[in-house]
């Protein structure tokens, strides 16, 4: 399955899955559960989320680390230290419109520009979460001992990153460290 669009810039920007590996191969896919599907709507982002009950049930729970798939194929690898709500929130104010106006993220629009067009291909978008676990350490601010949370979803991005690089010696194609 491929894809071609051009970017607010006027390059064209090409997208082709065919190499690119299914989640159920990589090591660590045992590890992230399916937390829900995105699908066209008429929302100005042209998609919205539909949570699965995994994803309701922790809808205030901070640090995750997920992956995005299309067709089964792992697109993206992601972190985040705050909500599921949050971060996908986020993703949908990546419209041409927001990114002409440079309101939105170029992460946003390109994962959100990705998404419309494979969507209209009818082309299955799956997102797979794993909770990073929640650490408190006590520390001293200027004096005074606070109870703070350890921020860990960085690193267990970071390991499924690595693991996946080692594994196809490449990593997903809307990865960190790739050339969006």
């Not at 993703?91 to 067009?117: D, F």
């Not at 350890?150 to 499924?160: H, P």
Request: charged share 25%; hydrophobic share 35%; glycine share 6%.
């Amino acid at each position: 399955m491929k894809i071609s669009f051009i970017e607010p810039s006027g390059k064209e920007k090409h997208y082709d899955l065919t190499n690119t590996p299914h989640r159920e191969s990589f090591a660590f896919s045992r590890f992230f559960s399916l937390a829900g599907t995105i699908v066209k709507s008429d929302k100005s982002s042209g998609y919205k989320y539909i949570r699965s009950s995994h994803w309701q049930e922790n809808k205030n729970r901070s640090g995750w680390v997920y992956m995005i798939c299309i067709e089964g194929k792992i697109i993206k690898i992601g972190q985040t230290d705050a909500t599921l709500n949050s971060r996908f929130s986020s993703y949908q104010a990546g419209t041409r419109k927001n990114r002409i106006k440079g309101t939105c993220s170029v992460t946003n629009w390109y994962l959100s520009e990705v998404w419309r067009q494979f969507l209209d291909k009818d082309a299955k978008i799956e997102i797979f979460v794993m909770q990073a676990p929640e650490m408190l350490q006590e520390v001293n601010v200027f004096g005074v001992r606070k109870q703070v949370r350890n921020k860990l979803a960085y690193v267990y991005e970071s390991a499924a990153l690595d693991k996946f690089e080692k594994q196809y010696g490449k990593f997903p194609i809307l990865s960190k460290n790739t050339n969006l």
